[in-house]
């Protein structure tokens, strides 16, 4: 019988331009004092150093309608300050989507996995609180100005964006929340907009600001979805500004978004909620598949514990970690799913590493690997699949793909 050859892993760096392949930044901090829109973030970004041609050369392969959009960037000034504004022009106008059609649009796409799954993951937030306040199912959620093109856009390229830059992790500082009326597609509504004041949940907010929208849909989506926030700024080494002017210029601030490239400390503080509750009658199917609907809704991470509760009966403790403002949400999904009669909760610190996720060429096609400041190794869900591809063992794939990363093989 013919021995069965060994097959050799070895791994590479993707030959394209990539900034954190030469400098090394980690941290973007968005200075939002005078707000935040999908287009001034896309301005910012680009003023950062993305080449707006690989901005265009990544956002076609989204198949939104030939011609039906076009990109352009001028430098201008806000209150005598220098910013870059980011321009799309719509040519269709007439096209509204529902986001189970964005969502397949972005997921279909050709794009890095990281930037692709970053779209997905602003969208979905935008769609939840657009469900919530126009009392939809998340399906059914017709966008208007949001799904438009220009829009589709901004979030699409603020995800590109951030995966040319290699950024590793976002901070925020507070939001103005304005004030007044702004007109939309459902009329006239007030300021914030109530899809926007659900997304500013959990996020600090201050009024040294005046009248106006100051915080966008898109705006708020983004930085609900990828931002952490801290009042005073993060400590961190900035090398890199960028400033993306807002379409409107303000008397009482300079509408700009500003952008601090640089890197930040390797182990930083952070909060979350745990959240628990004590099961009984519940059958291992609907804990497993709450389990997994909780991660997909935006846990942080979800574990199961046996425990031995009242009159002897076995039982199991589901907790789960998650972002203050999800809380709510997550809390409601498991007395849905579970029939539980209550959730316990608390707020933990955490002291937690930068990571961030690489995308390199492998001898089987593009694969992701996790890097912290004191490791790297291939993420599961592509050594499962190479391993079911392959007929290999699954741990064979891991340790080979993870000696040749310490080997250095693919720098």
């Not at 287009?39 to 990544?58: H, K, S």
């Not at 779209?119 to 199912?137: C, D, N, Q, T, Y």
């Not at 939001?175 to 702004?182: A, D, E, H």
């Not at 708020?220 to 952490?228: E, M, Y």
Request: glycine share 8%; with cysteine.
């Amino acid at each position: 019988m013919q021995k069965e050859k060994a097959t050799k892993f070895t791994v590479k760096n993707i030959n394209q331009i990539r900034i954190r392949k030469q400098i090394p930044m980690t941290m973007l901090y968005l200075d939002c004092q005078a707000g935040i829109s999908g287009d001034m973030t896309v301005g910012a970004l680009l003023d950062l150093g993305v080449p707006l041609e690989y901005l265009q050369a990544e956002l076609s392969k989204v198949a939104l309608p030939s011609g039906s959009y076009s990109l352009s960037t001028s430098r201008t000034e806000r209150q005598h300050l220098a910013a870059l504004q980011f321009m799309v022009a719509v040519h269709d106008h007439h096209t509204h989507r529902h986001y189970a059609a964005i969502d397949a649009m972005i997921a279909a796409s050709s794009l890095a996995p990281v930037a692709r799954e970053t779209a997905r993951k602003i969208f979905r937030r935008l769609a939840e609180a657009e469900a919530l306040v126009h009392g939809v199912p998340l399906e059914q959620v017709h966008f208007h100005e949001v799904g438009a093109v220009d829009s589709i856009v901004d979030i699409v390229g603020t995800a590109i964006c951030l995966e040319y830059l290699g950024v590793q992790r976002i901070v925020c500082s507070p939001l103005p929340l304005g004030s007044g009326f702004v007109e939309t597609a459902h009329g006239r509504l007030p300021v914030p907009a109530p899809a926007t004041a659900e997304l500013l949940k959990g996020i600090p907010l201050h009024n040294r600001c005046g009248s106006g929208e100051r915080v966008t849909p898109t705006g708020a989506a983004i930085v609900a979805s990828l931002g952490s926030f801290s009042d005073p700024s993060p400590a961190m080494t900035f090398c890199r500004i960028g400033c993306g002017a807002g379409s409107k210029d303000f008397d009482d601030c300079p509408n700009l978004l500003r952008a601090f490239l640089g890197a930040g400390d390797t182990v930083d503080h952070d909060q979350v909620v745990e959240a628990c509750c004590n099961l009984d009658d519940v059958t291992p199917e609907v804990i497993g598949y709450t389990g997994e609907l909780l991660l997909e809704r935006g846990a942080l991470d979800v574990w199961l514990t046996p425990i031995q509760m009242k009159k002897g009966r076995p039982g199991t403790l589901l907790s789960f970690l998650c972002r203050g403002e999800d809380l709510k949400s997550l809390a409601e999904l498991t007395m849905t799913e579970t029939g539980t009669l209550g959730i316990r909760h608390r707020l933990l610190d955490r002291i937690i590493q930068e990571r961030c996720t690489e995308l390199r060429e492998t001898v089987f096609g593009p694969l992701c690997f996790k890097v912290t400041p004191t490791g790297e190794k291939p993420e599961y869900d592509d050594c499962r699949r190479i391993a079911r591809e392959l007929k290999l063992a699954c741990r064979t794939v891991i340790q080979q793909l993870q000696s040749v990363a310490k080997s250095g093989e693919h720098s």
